[in-house]
T-cell receptor, first 116, second 116 residues
Framework: EPEVTQTPSHQVTQMGQEVILRCVPI?????FYWYRQILGQKVEFLVS????????KSEIFDDQFSVERPDGSNFTLKIRSTKLEDSAMYFC??????????????FGNGTRLTVT | AQTVTQSQPEMSVQEAETVTLSCTYDTSESDYYLFWYKQPPSRQMILVIRQEAYKQQNATENRFSVNFQKAAKSFSLKISDSQLGDAAMYFCAYRSAMGATNKLIFGTGTLLAVQP
C-alpha cells in the first residue's frame, strides 16, 4: 500500500536556525497537510495545501512557517528562526480529495524536531 | 469552534478481551465526519475507522466498531478480541463536512496497553 514518507525522522537544530522538513505524499493525492504534536499534547493542524497554494492555515502557522511543493513529488515545511517551543513531532499527511469520509488523510511517520 | 475530548488518558485491556475508548465532541454543525486513528510506537498514524454523521448505522471494521450517538455527541471505539498489536495511542478526530475547511480536529488521545 502506498505510504506518505517523511525525512528526516529526527532533526536537531539550534535556536534561531532554519529547518526544512520533507515529505513525499502519496503520488495520486492532491491535498497535502502539516500537523504537529508537542510532546504530551494533542495533534494540531498547521496548514493544508492544494493546487500549489495554501488552502487553509491555523493561527499557529505564522510568518515563521512556509510550505512549498518544489517539484512533482516533494512537499516541504520550512521553519525560519526556530524557537524552543517549535520542538514537536511534525506530521505530513495527504489525501486524494479534501479529507472527507471517502478520502481520509494518510499520515507519515513524522519528523521529531528538537530545538536546543 | 469544534472540540474533541478524550477523557481517558490511559486504558488497559487483557489480550482477547474487549475495551471501549471514549470520545465526545462539541459542534453546532449537523454534517461532519468522525475518525479514529491509531498511533503505534512506530509513530505513523493509521486510520482505524470512520463515520459519517448523517449515517445512523455504526461503522464496523473487523474487530473495531464504533458507538455513534449523534444527539449525545459521542463516538466511542470498541476493540473486540484485543491483540498485542492493538497497543497504541488512539486519537479521535472530527472534520466538518460544511464549508471549505478540511482540517481534522483531534482529541488528546488514549494510550491503550494490552496485557498478555
Amino acid at each position: 500500500e502506498p505510504e506518505v514518507t517523511q525525512t528526516p525522522s529526527h532533526q536537531v537544530t539550534q535556536m534561531g536556525q532554519e529547518v526544512i522538513l520533507r515529505c513525499v505524499p502519496i503520488s495520486n493525492h492532491l491535498y497535502f497537510y502539516w500537523y504537529r504534536q508537542i510532546l504530551g499534547q494533542k495533534v494540531e493542524f498547521l496548514v493544508s495545501f492544494y493546487n500549489n497554494e495554501i488552502s487553509e492555515k491555523s493561527e499557529i502557522f505564522d510568518d515563521q512557517f512556509s510550505v512549498e511543493r518544489p517539484d512533482g513529488s516533494n512537499f516541504t515545511l520550512k521553519i525560519r528562526s526556530t524557537k524552543l517551543e517549535d520542538s514537536a513531532m511534525y506530521f505530513c499527511a495527504s489525501s486524494y480529495a479534501g479529507g472527507s469520509y471517502n478520502s481520509p488523510l494518510h499520515f507519515g511517520n513524522g519528523t521529531r524536531l528538537t530545538v536546543t | 469552534a469544534q472540540t474533541v475530548t478524550q477523557s481517558q488518558p490511559e486504558m488497559s485491556v487483557q489480550e482477547a478481551e474487549t475495551v471501549t475508548l471514549s470520545c465526545t465532541y462539541d459542534t453546532s454543525e449537523s454534517d461532519y465526519y468522525l475518525f479514529w486513528y491509531k498511533q503505534p510506537p512506530s509513530r505513523q498514524m493509521i486510520l482505524v475507522i470512520r463515520q459519517e454523521a448523517y449515517k445512523q448505522q455504526n461503522a464496523t471494521e473487523n474487530r473495531f466498531s464504533v458507538n455513534f450517538q449523534k444527539a449525545a455527541k459521542s463516538f466511542s471505539l470498541k476493540i473486540s478480541d484485543s491483540q498485542l498489536g492493538d497497543a497504541a495511542m488512539y486519537f479521535c478526530a472530527y472534520r466538518s463536512a460544511m464549508g471549505a475547511t478540511n482540517k481534522l480536529i483531534f482529541g488528546t488521545g488514549t494510550l491503550l496497553a494490552v496485557q498478555p
